[in-house]
């Protein structure tokens, strides 16, 4: 931490817009030290750095402007957030019951002896995931792997977002024969991340690429029976659990490190006839899309919110605005 006192003649408000600026926030991480998480702006850039300052008194005029006016912008970026949560809080509730009670709701119900999952269909199955999945770690990486003669691309954690995959840039790591038997991706797998405080994030290989493998930080789940299960309906069974806590031991992030295979082989999840996993599936994707629609419509206008924030305490600070008396 850097610490600015200022001087008489110079207001600590007006300082403090003056530092969250366009032009000194750009010249400043232009001047940055270091790499990585370890980038820091020298001292020297603090104590070289040239600013117009007006008179004190007009100083604390434009500050009691910016007071006002940030404040009422922030305000409706609070609101924004707030109905960012209030859909995520909503998708989730859809996702949970879909996964859980399914579509209808006259259908008779029976305890699932699950404390977390409670009462399901009578006609869906409760199954322990290893049951109906094969569960399959991917290939450690080490320095000998890092080169060979038989290098491809491999996802990494990064790469599997939720309901996503990035395949910009991936490495390269040794898969001989045996190797790319066991670990070459298929349309339709299921990659679930095995570590950290991304444990169970998902998402589904549709094919971006047309051979492709997961290293060891994924899980890779496919079923075994395909006119029983699919993968599609499993995705959501991951979000529903993991947004849920059900992979978080004792309801603490920081005591699991790792989602074992023998682990995620042994945790149960109720399984509808393959017809209605296909429904709920149909019916979430077409559901989750309009949310999807009103989320990037809210993200957009708090951008816009928070450029205009932005736009105002410049033309402010370097006096292209008026200031009212």
């Not at 951008?303 to 370097?318: F, G, H, Y």
């Amino acid at each position: 931490m850097h610490v600015i006192r200022p001087c008489p003649g110079l207001d600590a408000r007006f300082l403090f817009y003056l530092t969250i600026s366009h032009d000194f926030r750009s010249f400043g991480e232009a001047e940055m030290l270091g790499a990585g998480g370890q980038k820091r702006v020298p001292e020297e850039f603090l104590k070289d750095w040239r600013a117009s300052l007006p008179p004190l008194e007009t100083q604390q005029r434009i500050a009691g402007y910016l007071d006002e006016k940030t404040a009422q912008i922030d305000g409706l970026i609070e609101k924004k957030r707030a109905l960012l949560e209030g859909l995520a809080e909503k998708r989730q509730a859809l996702i949970t019951r879909a996964a859980t009670k399914g579509l209808n709701v006259d259908t008779v119900m029976k305890p699932s002896g699950i404390d977390w999952l409670g009462d399901i269909p009578a006609h869906w199955v409760v199954s322990s995931l290893g049951y109906r999945y094969e569960v399959q770690l991917g290939r450690m990486l080490n320095a000998e792997r890092s080169d060979g003669d038989h290098l491809k691309p491999y996802l990494r954690v990064y790469d599997v977002q939720w309901g996503k995959i990035t395949v910009d840039d991936l490495p390269l790591m040794d898969f001989p024969p045996g190797a790319q038997i066991r670990y070459r991706l298929r349309l339709g797998d299921l990659l679930v991340n095995e570590g950290g405080s991304y444990v169970g994030r998902s998402a589904i290989w549709r094919g971006e690429l047309e051979e492709c493998y997961y290293q060891k930080a994924l899980h890779r789940l496919r079923p075994f029976h395909s006119e029983s299960d699919t993968a599609e309906f499993l995705y959501f069974v991951m979000e529903m659990a993991t947004k849920n806590g059900v992979f978080v031991a004792g309801g603490n992030q920081t005591t699991i490190d790792h989602l074992t295979a023998e682990q995620l082989r042994h945790y149960k999840f109720a399984f509808p006839p393959i017809e209605e996993q296909i429904q709920i599936t149909e019916m979430l994707k077409r559901r989750l899309s309009e949310h999807e629609r009103i989320e990037r419509f809210v993200q957009v206008s708090m951008d816009l919110l928070k450029e205009l924030r932005a736009a105002i305490v410049n033309s402010a600070i370097t006096g292209q605005i008026a200031v009212p008396q």
